[in-house]
């Protein structure tokens, strides 16, 4: 029962999420949003829609913050 709340808790931030970072695949932002479910279930702080969304976007942030910049013309 716990598995499928955490789906329907996942599933809607994972959405928002993908519409926002575009060149992240949509694979990765599910698994950054299931990686945080997780931590905060096992931190025992609950595990609200907003506190998800908010964590996940801060480590989306750091995974398109950290690219290397594109190369250009030699």
Do not use: K
Not at 4 to 32: M, N, Q
């Amino acid at each position: 029962m716990l598995a499928l709340a955490t789906r329907f808790l996942r599933e809607p931030v994972s959405h928002r999420l993908a519409e926002e970072f575009l060149t992240v695949p949509v694979d990765t932002i599910d698994r950054c949003v299931a990686d945080v479910c997780a931590c905060a279930q096992h931190l025992g702080i609950s595990a609200t829609p907003e506190i998800v969304e908010r964590i996940a976007r801060e480590r989306l942030l750091a995974i398109v913050n950290s690219a290397p910049p594109p190369r250009g013309i030699r």
